[in-house]
């Protein structure tokens, strides 16, 4: 069952286009993340559903309603904002009980919502803190119970842990993901994180420049980005610019970036010469493992070792390529200025038409 | 937050009734004025007659260069005393610097007319300070005029200076300092070239507002100037005296008293609008004990400048107490001045009391919804009011008070003599400082707390009460005290609207004064100093705000 339907919304302020046709079914229960760099217009889309914003064109229904006119305070939709706002003037109890004092519940079913909420969040106790006693993640964890205690149709979350340190935003990540899922409820997620998005997401929509880019699960956009963009927006990527020469045969062409010579897959590349070469540093094998294809060898600028990876920075025919090595071994790891040899297998190489950022590949691939 | 744009709210209603006062009580007042400089005095025809004499008769010219002197004069004596004040204190470890920041707020909020009526009482004719000089054959040069005007005013508005410029020198971050002696500059170097450039933009918005201050000051040239007039005052007389009055002449004054005042704004918002360097405090600058003759040297002149600024203040307190028998002072101490004030003039304390009061509680009513439409809904008509409910800032109580006469002496709006002119004359001149000081604090409050409120079902209005009210609450009443304060001491425009029904406690000291009756006019002068003291304290104390509240607002 479909809990949001957006079709065709337009935002503008001024002269910028923020929204351009955005079109998007988020289903019931789904955890649907809004990807994407500052300013592309993504936290203007959940501010628009919130109905802080009023689109300029396009419809939105929430649970089959549609709500173009319904001001934001009977959207009931529960939001969590980045920099928390939870109100410094009320008790962590107030602050939760707030919207549901403002629905009129009767007492006792405000304090059993209450206590629900804040035993969601592990904020038992917390009841009579003010908000100036709260570290900045026990904040956030109000205004997520807050949110949640509305029983709103959908959670809205503005980039809400952006302003946590790195360890409390992965321990956060985790417990609002295990909330909504043990709760069943619809989630709308804005985040510039690709690591957040990839993992706390059933779908991911890529937004740039006020348009969706992609839509589909964490998998989908990382292992079949459809343009530039993504690909290189979502994880680590090497882009080359290549000219795409003859046929090889067995569904291969060649690729040629600089003196560096590629083979790589020819389906949906016909007619087009000067394209983008993308291969991601972990796709990279041992020249042993290749099927003589593909082999390359560069000099060793840098390197860093991350623990389970380590990462390699090489220099070859004026390009710098990274590659990466998983569970390295001692001795694994060369001086920098040694020569490393890898390959690329050709099926690891995304195409680029140069001109549009569209990825080139077989129709099927889909 | 514009979902509800089409549909009138209530905010629209607050804008509405915004510019209903600018027009009623501004700008129709104010154009009143503007049509009497240009009108002939008998035929009542268009006229530059009054603009060719003001620039062409030295008795009119006279009082221009006074007034330019008088301010220029107190700003320089201002900087003298207000920058070595705030070096020292916030530079060097001075005991009980609390104690001077909060006596040099007092004097500067006390009436103005207090602190020249009490250099009267030093300096005048039979001053005991004089008498003192005299008996080891010292002639003091005579206080009446230019001397004591810029004596008084300085040693009152000096704490313009020193405050802004103690704000900005405690903010300044320790490390630029550092820096700059890291990179091998000494001491003196760094100070002309690091401290000094980054206060000065605090040092010249400080300088300004004295100018202002000094230019537009009615009470102080009144009392003390005698013969030496400066534009408020011949403003004042022209409207006044019975010979000769013109209020043609008076309006064409009040004119380029506004000009003069609007230049200085101009200035300063030019001046506050460049960068201004205080801002995330990473290290407090470090504040050095100095020992022995440096250290004595230290307080003797932050004591002095201080013990200076409240000397006017503690005479009247104790001249208040002294016997006496009509105008003259007798030995012996006694509380007949106070009893004389509450037997005799009761309705006058009465009436003080009462008009700020409600003029305070319209001010922080109006103010507190006009600040919230011209911080959170700048839509085109709320762009226009916000410089229209400036106004008040350039135009000078004895302007305002001519334009409040001539507009509201005749139909359709009837209210002189009235207690309701005293108190929009309040509400008036202290609305922009209320406006602009509740939109400062929503500045500082999160609109996601709003956006939170209405997010959880709550309707506008409602957030308003239940979540923006509250977190302004302070500021407000903070705001509103130091209004009530004001209103209190208010003398240059209702000085010219109070009927004896009407009388207020400065224009009855100011009376007193004039009469030679001194005994009252300290009592009358210790309860408004007491008010403010008291005033001051609450909002110290209970709204934990410093002492920038008392410049900002």
Redesign the interface.
């Known amino acids: 069952m479909t809990s949001i339907k957006i079709t065709g919304v337009e935002k503008r302020f001024g002269e910028l286009l923020a929204l351009s046709d955005i079109n998007l079914a988020i289903e019931k229960g789904e955890f649907f993340t809004l990807l994407g760099p500052s300013g592309c217009g993504k936290t203007t889309l959940l501010r628009t559903i ?5 689109q300029d064109k396009g419809d939105i229904w929430l649970g089959g309603e549609l709500i173009n006119d319904v ?9 969590v ?3 928390y ?5 009320m008790t962590v109890y107030e602050n939760v009980a ?2 549901l004092k ?2 009129k519940l009767p007492a006792q079913e405000i304090e059993k919502r209450v206590k629900g909420a804040l035993r969601n969040v592990h904020l038992e106790g917390y009841e009579a803190r003010t908000p100036d006693k709260l570290s900045g993640g026990q904040q956030q964890r109000v ?1 997520l119970a ?2 949640m205690a ?1 029983e709103p149709r959908v959670l ?1 979350f503005d980039e809400p842990l952006s302003n946590l340190d790195a360890k409390l935003r992965v321990e956060m990540r985790d417990e609002i993901r295990a909330v909504q899922k043990a709760l069943g409820i619809t989630a709308v997620y804005v985040t510039h994180d690709q690591e957040e998005a990839l993992v706390i997401s059933d779908r991911i929509a890529v937004v740039n420049f006020g348009k969706i880019q992609q839509v589909g699960p964490p998998w989908e956009i990382y292992k079949n980005p459809v343009n530039l963009f993504v690909a290189t927006f979502v994880g680590k990527i090497n882009a080359l610019d290549v000219v795409l020469g003859e046929d090889l045969g067995s569904g291969l062409r060649r690729a040629q970036a600089g003196s560096l010579s590629f083979a790589v897959p020819s389906a949906g590349t016909e007619g087009c010469s000067d394209a983008v070469l993308a291969f991601r540093p972990e796709e990279v094998v041992e020249t042993a493992d290749a099927a003589g294809v593909n082999r390359l060898s560069g000099t060793l600028v840098s390197t860093a070792f991350l623990g389970t990876v380590v990462s390699m920075e090489l220099e070859l025919g004026g390009s710098t390529i990274v590659i990466e090595r998983h569970r390295p071994k001692k001795g694994d790891i060369p001086a920098t200025g040694n020569r490393v040899e890898f390959a690329v297998p050709p099926e690891s190489c995304f195409i680029f038409d140069k001109r549009t950022g569209a990825r080139l590949r077989a129709e099927e691939g889909r | ?5 089409k549909r009138a709210d209530v905010w629209h209603l607050v804008t509405f009734i915004g510019f209903a006062i600018v027009i009623v009580f501004l700008i129709y007042p104010l154009f009143d004025v503007f049509q009497y400089s240009f009108k002939n005095k008998e035929t009542g025809e268009l006229s530059l007659a009054n603009w060719k004499e003001f620039f062409g008769r030295a008795y009119y010219m006279r009082a221009f260069g006074h007034s330019m002197f008088i301010a220029l004069a107190t700003t320089f004596f201002s900087m003298v005393l207000g920058i070595p004040l705030a070096f020292f204190t916030t530079r060097y470890k001075i005991k009980g610097s609390n104690l001077l920041t909060t006596l040099s707020v007092l004097a500067l909020l006390s009436p103005t007319f207090i602190g020249a009526y009490s250099w009267i009482t030093m300096l005048g004719r039979n001053g005991f300070l004089r008498n003192l000089f005299s008996s080891i054959g010292i002639t003091l040069p005579p206080i009446y005029g230019a001397l004591g005007i810029i004596l008084a005013d300085s040693l009152q508005y000096y704490p313009f200076i020193s405050l802004m410029l103690a704000g900005s020198l405690m903010t300044i971050d320790r490390s630029l300092e550092e820096a700059s002696e890291n990179l091998g500059a000494r001491a003196t170097k760094t100070f002309f070239s690091v401290t000094m450039p980054l206060v000065l933009p605090s040092l010249t918005g400080g300088a300004l507002i004295v100018f202002m201050m000094s230019l537009s000051n009615f009470g102080t040239p009144m009392i003390i100037g005698g013969n030496y007039l400066v534009l408020p005052t011949l403003a004042y007389n022209m409207f006044t005296s019975e010979v000769g009055e013109s209020p043609g002449m008076a309006s064409t004054v009040s004119i380029i008293l506004m000009l003069c005042a609007a230049v200085v704004i101009v200035l300063q918002t030019w001046a506050s609008s460049r960068r201004k360097y205080a801002s995330m405090l990473v290290n407090r600058p470090v504040v050095k004990k100095l020992k022995g003759a440096k250290a004595f040297l230290a307080h003797l002149v932050c004591y002095f400048i201080v013990g200076l600024s409240t000397l006017p203040l503690g005479v009247i307190v104790f001249y208040s107490f002294r016997n006496t028998s009509g105008p003259v002072f007798k030995p012996g101490f006694s509380l007949g001045s106070y009893r004389q004030i509450f037997f005799d003039v009761p309705k006058t304390v009465a009436n003080s009391f009462i008009y700020s009061f409600v003029a305070v509680l319209l001010i922080a009513l109006v103010g507190t919804l006009l600040g919230f439409v011209i911080a959170r809904r700048r839509n085109l008509a709320v762009k226009l009011l916000d410089p229209l409910l400036m106004i008040p800032y350039i135009v000078p109580g004895t302007v305002l008070g001519i334009g409040f006469i001539v507009a509201f002496n005749r139909k359709p709006i009837f209210l002189t003599g009235t207690a309701i002119i005293m108190i929009l004359t309040y509400f008036i001149r202290r609305l922009p400082y209320s406006v602009r000081s509740a939109a400062s604090i929503l500045k500082q409050i ?1 609109p ?2 709003e ?10 209005g ?2 308003f009460r ?2 923006t009210l ?2 302004m609450q302070s500021g407000i009443i903070s705001g509103a005290i130091m209004s009530w304060v004001t209103s209190m001491n208010e003398l240059s425009a209702s000085v010219l609207l109070y009927v004896g029904r009407t009388m207020t406690m400065p224009i009855k000291v100011y009376l007193s004064v004039a009469d030679g009756y001194f005994g009252t006019a300290s009592a009358m002068s210790t309860i408004l100093l007491a008010v403010t003291g008291i005033a001051m304290f609450v909002v110290n104390k209970y709204f934990n705000r410093g002492s920038e509240t008392f410049i900002a607002s």
């Open positions: 919130a109905g802080f914003y009023r001001p934001a305070y009977l959207r009931n939709t529960g939001m904002f980045q920099n706002a939870v109100f410094p003037h707030y919207g403002v629905r205004g807050r949110a509305i809205l | 937050m514009n979902l509800r744009g999160d996601a707390l956006e939170a409120g209405i997010n959880l079902g709550s309707p506008p409602r957030t239940t979540v509250p977190l």
